[in-house]
Each structure stands twice: as structure tokens, then as C-alpha cells.
């Protein structure tokens, strides 16, 4: 396959960057997207040029590293990862715009890698249990019901990517802190610090210049998890809930 | 040359007394939105059901409209009812547009750079919520201008409402700028009224058709009743 690429160059946080196009030949439909920039990267090198920056680690699907908006959509034109994508899903000849993830609250480091510390610092403020650590418990002492179980697993997917801040149309954090939020309230370890948790972890997401959630849907369209829209609902009620009943 | 992986750190969340929590969080903001529009939502049903007695004659309607000047008496002093709730639907406006635009330019602050490839975003109801926000926002001026104060209005007989009723759906400006204000209400509660679900914690997965469902019943018959009136009008119907 040849393709044209039009990819997102900015060498510091702070000066301008532009698309600038390239051309990559012999790639194999069984690539995958990030070995695709590999190939335009080991093209680059060897022309004297600087290789184009992106984030990757697993390159499985597990990690949430990759960050690549591939032609308007966060991770492509399939429900994975960037790492995940293959050259199959696009044709040959075809020019396929390639950006890093757009929000305020995700500055631009360099080319296609943005830092997405914001997400950390969320999750410190909250999104965590509280537990004697040492030796490990007893599997048994704490019974979860199998219900709340696939509950807490459905949330305990996401991978922090951030695609869900990349497709909403305001950089909304929502559907990545309604995650984490589901994930531990769901379970009776994260019980105890249920009110203070949403509290604490929306209190960050704010501070963070997230914007505000308009339902557009966009995020659960975009999540290689498959992290539901209504658990943005489920959010909402946990944190009316917490300002009713907490009084700090 | 090293790759920058930090770039500067961000503030911290400052604490809060509990009403400073609330309001100054997205999340509180969007829930006075969603009960300020449930408010408005359901003064529309009630207007929409007393537009419809236009339906049976003069008599009936201004007797309507006077007892609206007197609803509550005679527990009540006469107007103090119309005023109470000219009060909670001013207070519903006011909070729903301040929190609105807050929520708006802070939405637009943190997608400061778009992207260079784009392509169509959700549906038009929920693309157009900020401006058609705007135009019933001017609208409610205009129709309060038209029909309450009666300052631009062609007949503006006081006590008379039947009348400047079908003065104003005479015109061609009145027709077009009713209609089009009817049309943005029928797509702002099709989000709306979903959207606040949503933000008051209804939403589930189970329960996401009906509250769609139930969203577009709304807007449909909310608009409908509405724009009965000046189609009722412009065919003769009414006269």
C-alpha cells in the first residue's frame, strides 16, 4: 500500500506546529497503524530527518498509551486502539490525516504526544481504596455480589487513553472519571470513601480545565473500551448524592 | 534532543464552603440547568394546554386571561398568584442562561485548538443547544413585548387577548418569528429534557429508550400545541 500522510509536527509545547505531508510506500495491510509510523519514522531517519513523536507502549490494546486522532476520530475508524488498527481498514492511495488528542487540559509535548498527567492527578485525588496492605486477604473474606462484580469490571476497563477527552467537541473528562468513579463505588472496598471520592475526583477533574459534559455522546462512541454513556448519569447521581450527605 | 514528557502543572482544587462547591462545579452548574429546564419545561406544558382554548372562541379564551390575572383568589390577593410565578419563571430563566453561558465559555476554553480534519458531531438537536438557547432567549423578549406588555403588538387591547392573538399571527413577521422560536424549543427540549435525566442521575442503561422516547414525545407535542395557534390563524381557522 502507498499512503499520504498528513501529520501534526510541533517540536515544544510552546511554538506553532502544522500538518505537513508525507508519503509512505510498502505497507502491508496486515501493519498495524503504529508499525505504519514506524515505517514513515525509519524513512525519515534515514533521510536526516526528525522522527515523528508519538506515545506507544503494549501496542495490544491494554495500555492506553496511544494517542493518535486518525482522521477525526480518537483511534481511527474502528471501536480499538491506535495499536490495535490495522492498515486493512484503510485503502490504497488513500491520505489520512493523523493529530495529537485537542484539550486544553492535554497540552501538546511534541508531534502526536500530549500529556495527559491530568489524569493522574484525578486519580489521586481519589481514585484509589484505602486498605491495610501486607499480606495479601483472603479471597473470600469480602463477598461481592456477581452483579456489582460485572459492574466494577465493566468500569475497570478503561485505560485512561483519554479518547473520550479527544472526541468531545468541549475536552470533557467525564466519561474517564464516571469510570473510575463506577469502577471503586461498585465494590465494598471502595465504600467507605464513596462521597468523598466523587467529590474529591470532580473537584480535580475541574481544576484540571476539563470541560463541562453536553451529552453529546461522542466520548462512549470514541472508548476502545466500550465505557457506556449512561455511566456519566450514574456519575452525576453519586455526586448529588455526596453534596447532600457530606458536610465538610 | 530529550522529549519533554511534563509540561507545567496545573492548580489544585481550592476548598469550598458546600454552596461554592456546588455552583462552582460543572457538575452543579448542569444541575441547576436541568432543574431550571424542568421548571420551564413544565410551565410550557400548562401554557401549551391554555394556548388550546383559543380552540372555542373569544369568550372562553379572555376569560381565560382573566382569570389568569386572578388565579388563587380568593386565598390570594388578586395578581399576587400571576406575579409568583412570573417570580419562579424569571429565577428559572436568570439561572438557566448565567449557568448556561458559564458552562459554554468553559466548554469552548478547553478545546481551545480544533482539528484539522473534521467531520460532523452528534445530532443537530444537541449541536444546536447554545443558539437555540439564544433565539428563544430573544424570542421570550419579543413574545412578552408582543402579547404580555403589548407594545408591538397590532390590535394591543388590554383584556383582549383572542384578539391580539390573531393580530399578531396576521403578520408575516409575527408567523415567521413564532414558528422559527417553535421550532428551536422542539429541538432544545429533545436534548434537553434527555440531558437533564442524564444530569440529575435518572439515566441508566436500561432505561436510556424510554427517556429518549419520552423526550421526543415532549418536543413533539409541546411544539405541536404551540404551532397549532398561528396555523390555526393563517388558515381561518380561528378569526
Not at chain 1, 490495535?84 to 492511495?93: E, I
Request: charge should be positive.
Amino acid at each position: 500500500m502507498k499512503l499520504n500522510l498528513r501529520v501534526w509536527r510541533q517540536q515544544h509545547p510552546e511554538t506553532p506546529g502544522a500538518m505537513v505531508t508525507y508519503e509512505v510506500d510498502g505497507i502491508s495491510r496486515d501493519m498495524s497503524f503504529l508499525e505504519m509510523l514506524d515505517t514513515l519514522n525509519e524513512d525519515l531517519i534515514l533521510r536526516g530527518e526528525e522522527p515523528v513523536a508519538f506515545d506507544h507502549d503494549c501496542r495490544e490494546g491494554i495500555c492506553g498509551a496511544c494517542s493518535l486522532v486518525i482522521n477525526g476520530d480518537a483511534h481511527g475508524p474502528e471501536r480499538t486502539t491506535a495499536c490495535q488498527l490495522h492498515m486493512r481498514s484503510f485503502r490504497d492511495g488513500d491520505t489520512i490525516d493523523v493529530e495529537p488528542w485537542r484539550a486544553a487540559a492535554f497540552p501538546v509535548v511534541r508531534d502526536l504526544v500530549v500529556d495527559r498527567s491530568a489524569f493522574d492527578r484525578i486519580i489521586q485525588a481519589g481514585g484509589y481504596v484505602t486498605v491495610a496492605t501486607g499480606s495479601a486477604p483472603e479471597a473470600h473474606a469480602t463477598a461481592v455480589p456477581k452483579a456489582d462484580a460485572d459492574r466494577a469490571f465493566e468500569h475497570a476497563e478503561c485505560i485512561g487513553c483519554g479518547a473520550c477527552v479527544a472526541a468531545c467537541p468541549n475536552g470533557s473528562a467525564m466519561l474517564f472519571t464516571s469510570a473510575k468513579v463506577n469502577h471503586l463505588g461498585a465494590l465494598p472496598q471502595g465504600s467507605p470513601e464513596r462521597e468523598t471520592r466523587v467529590l474529591d475526583m470532580v473537584a480535580q477533574m475541574d481544576a484540571e480545565g476539563f470541560g463541562g459534559c453536553t451529552l453529546t455522546g461522542e466520548c462512549a462512541t470514541a472508548c476502545p473500551k466500550g465505557i457506556p454513556l449512561p455511566s456519566i448519569a450514574a456519575m452525576n447521581k453519586e455526586w448529588l448524592r455526596a453534596n447532600r450527605t457530606v458536610r465538610r | 534532543m530529550a522529549l519533554a514528557t511534563r509540561t507545567a502543572p496545573r492548580p489544585s482544587p481550592t476548598p469550598r464552603t458546600p454552596v461554592g462547591r456546588f455552583w462552582g462545579s460543572t457538575l452543579g452548574m448542569k444541575a441547576v440547568m436541568a432543574v431550571s429546564g424542568l421548571i420551564m419545561l413544565g410551565y410550557l406544558v400548562v401554557h401549551m394546554l391554555g394556548n388550546l382554548k383559543i380552540f372555542f372562541g373569544p369568550d372562553e379564551f379572555n376569560a381565560y386571561g382573566r382569570w389568569l390575572r386572578h388565579m388563587g383568589e380568593p386565598f390570594l390577593h388578586s395578581h399576587w398568584g400571576l406575579w409568583g410565578a412570573r417570580i419562579v419563571l424569571l429565577a428559572a430563566v436568570l439561572a438557566h442562561a448565567v449557568s448556561a453561558y458559564r458552562l459554554s465559555r468553559r466548554d469552548l476554553r478547553a478545546r481551545p485548538v480544533g482539528y484539522a480534519h473534521r467531520r460532523r458531531r452528534a445530532s443537530y438537536a444537541t449541536r444546536t443547544m447554545r443558539w437555540g438557547g439564544v433565539i428563544l432567549g430573544l424570542f421570550i423578549v419579543w413574545h412578552l413585548l408582543d402579547l404580555t406588555t403589548l407594545t408591538v403588538n397590532e390590535n394591543a387591547q388590554e383584556g383582549r387577548p383572542y384578539e391580539n392573538v390573531v393580530a399578531t399571527f396576521s403578520t408575516w413577521y409575527g408567523n415567521t418569528v413564532y414558528l422559527t422560536a417553535m421550532l428551536a424549543l422542539g429541538l432544545h427540549i429533545r436534548h434537553g429534557f434527555w440531558s437533564a435525566a442524564q444530569t440529575l442521575g435518572a439515566g441508566t442503561v436500561r432505561r436510556d429508550r424510554t427517556l429518549k422516547a419520552l423526550a421526543n414525545l415532549l418536543a413533539l407535542v409541546i411544539t405541536a400545541g404551540f404551532v397549532s395557534v398561528p396555523l390555526a390563524v393563517m388558515t381561518g381557522l380561528v378569526n
